[in-house]
C-alpha cells in the first residue's frame, strides 16, 4: 500500500497589500523595509482584514473547498490534523472544531500539531505512516493556517511587511497505486531557539499586570541564516542516496517560500537548473506552515509537475529545524 495526496487546496483573505503599503507604513516610522521586501521576492501579500476570520475560520474554509474540489465526503475521513503556530485557541483542539464544521462524524484522530514553518511536512510524514501502519483508517485530511498578521509587530521590519496570512489543506489517501511518499529527513540544531519566540514575554507572564504590548507579540531578533542553503543540500543529498537517487533524478522542487535567493542558491549549489523550483512567495508573501503546499498546489495547477514525477519538498522552521519529502505523483 502507498499513500497518496488525493486532493490539495489553498485559501488566502480578501485583502491584498503590495510593497507600496508597507513603505509608506515603515517611512511614516522612520524605519527601511523596502530593500528586504525586494530581496526576498516580494510584491503581494493577504492579511487578515476583518474580525471575523482568524486561523480556525481560514482552516474551515480551505477544508470545505477542498472536499467539495476532491469529491470526497467528511464522512469519508478517518483523520482530522490542524497544523499552525498561530492557533484560534488551545482548548480545545482546533482540528476538533473542524472536525465539527465539516461534519467529518467518523475521524476519531484528531488533533493539532505545531512544528513551526515544516508543520504541513511533518503532519505528512507523520499522517502517511499512521495509515501505513492501521489497516482500519484509509484517509486523512491536514489542514495547515497562519494568521501571523495577528501577532507581529507593526515596526517589525522582518516579519510586518514579509509574512502573510492564509490556509492550505490536503487528502492523504492510502491506495494499491505506485509512487506516493516514499521517504523523508530531518535535521535539527536548537541554536537559534531564543531568536524567535511569541509571546516574547512567555505565556506565564502575557497576562501580568506591567507586561508591555511588544511582549505580548512575536519577537524576532535578526539571526544569520546564511548557512541554510548548504544544510537543504546536506539534509535533500542524504535523503536522495538513501533512495538510490541523485539530484539530477528530482524532476520538480519545492521549497519554503520565505527566499528566492536561498532556494537557487541551494538549488545552484546542487548543479539543479533554474526552471525546475516553484516560488509564489511574490504572489502570496510568505505563508509560514503552509508556503510549501502553496507552491504544490501551483505547480500541479499549472502543469508544471505532472504523474510520474518525483518532487522534493523542503522546509525550514524557527529555531532551527529543517524537513525534507520525496514524493512521486
Known sequence: MQVHIKGIATYHPAQAYDNAYFVEHFDKLGLEAEGLMNHLGRKT???????????????????????????????????????????????????????????????HIVYDLNTNCIGMLTAMDQVRHHLI????????????SVHVSNIARKDDTIVYPNFSDGAAAVILEKTELPGGFIDANYKTDSKLGNTVMFP????????RDGVAEADKRLRFDPHDVSYFS?????????????????????????FSQFSRPEIEETLEKMHIELDKYTFVGDRYGYTGVTSPVFALEDALRTGRVSAGD????????????????LYQL
Request: charged share 20%; hydrophobic share 45%; aromatic share 8%.
Open 45 to 107: 501579500r493577504y492579511l487578515v482584514s476583518t474580525e471575523e476570520e482568524n486561523s480556525l475560520s481560514m482552516g474551515v474554509t480551505v477544508a470545505k473547498k477542498l472536499l467539495a474540489e476532491s469529491k470526497v465526503s467528511a464522512e469519508e475521513l478517518d483523520m482530522v490534523v490542524f497544523v499552525s503556530d498561530t492557533p484560534e485557541y488551545t482548548y480545545p483542539s482546533n482540528a476538533l472544531l473542524i472536525h465539527r464544521e465539516i461534519g467529518a462524524v467518523n475521524a
Open 133 to 144: 501502519g492501521n489497516r482500519y483508517i484509509k484517509r486523512a485530511l491536514i489542514i495547515g
Open 200 to 207: 516574547a514575554a512567555g505565556m506565564s507572564a502575557m497576562f
Open 230 to 254: 548548504d544544510e537543504w543540500k546536506n539534509l535533500i543529498t542524504l535523503l536522495l542516496g538513501r533512495n538510490g537517487m541523485l539530484a539530477t533524478d528530482v524532476d520538480h522542487w519545492i
Open 310 to 325: 518525483k518532487v522534493v519538498l523542503c522546509s525550514v522552521g524557527i529555531g532551527y529545524t529543517m524537513s525534507s519529502l
